[in-house]
């Protein structure tokens, strides 16, 4: 079993700016991807930011020139810097861990989520 361990929520003003984090430990594991996921209130959970094993990054276009996810490979973190950040962007953010998994049918992918952390954006 892997646990992720995510810190760094918390309240700021419109335009401030938050450091999210997230371990991961317990078993090991051959990784895929890092990444954070968000859900706001009554709206689907949603990608934000995913960093792969080769350190690609992807984000979503809301973020994009604000946050900037990046990890530690030797720690097995992940991190996201937010910056300018807006109401929009109040949600509970998940940290996500995709590993690879070697089975009869080849490889797949399986997927550890962080319990959530609180960023609330709001004057």
């Known amino acids: 079993q892997v646990q992720l361990v995510e810190s760094g929520g918390g309240w700021v003003q419109p335009g401030g700016s938050l450091r999210l984090s997230c371990a991961a430990s317990?078993?090991?594991?051959?990784?895929?991807?890092m990444g954070w996921y968000r859900q706001a209130p009554g709206k689907q959970r949603e990608l934000v930011a995913t960093?792969?094993?080769?350190?690609?990054?992807n984000s979503a276009d809301s973020v994009k020139g604000r946050f900037t996810i990046s990890r530690d490979g030797v720690k097995n973190e992940v991190y996201l810097q937010m910056n300018q950040l807006e109401l929009e962007d109040t949600a509970v953010y998940y940290c996500n861990l995709r590993i690879l998994v070697y089975g009869l049918g080849g490889p797949s992918t399986y997927d550890y989520w962080g319990q959530g952390t609180q960023v609330t954006v709001s004057s």
């Open positions: 317990g078993s090991r594991f051959t990784l895929y991807a």
């Open positions: 960093i792969a094993n080769s350190n690609r990054t």
